[in-house]
């Protein structure tokens, strides 16, 4: 018996003198078809939802850092460097 969260469970029984070819062959047609592989699969790269604090904090960083290079930039410390946009 297979199950995965909250997902069905998969049973299979032998059948009189089935072989375990066969009865293998029986439970992956069962989970194939149950979509429990596809479901996992693609939940598996999936990457969480992130925080509302951290939103703010890499927006604020962000800005921090923005202002820094802009305070720079006006000083002389940093030349202005314009990239030459391709079609």
């Not at 070819?21 to 990457?47: C, D, H, M, N, P």
């Amino acid at each position: 018996m297979l199950s995965y969260g909250h997902m069905n469970s998969i049973e299979v029984q032998r059948a009189g003198n089935e072989s375990n070819a066969s009865l293998l062959r029986r439970f992956t047609k069962r989970v194939q078809g149950s979509g429990i592989l596809r479901a996992v699969r693609g939940r598996r790269y999936a990457e969480r939802m992130e925080s509302p604090l951290k939103k703010k904090q890499s927006a604020l960083k962000r800005i921090s850092k923005r202002e820094d290079y802009n305070r720079l930039r006006k000083l002389g410390k940093i030349k202005d460097v314009f990239f030459k946009k391709s079609h």
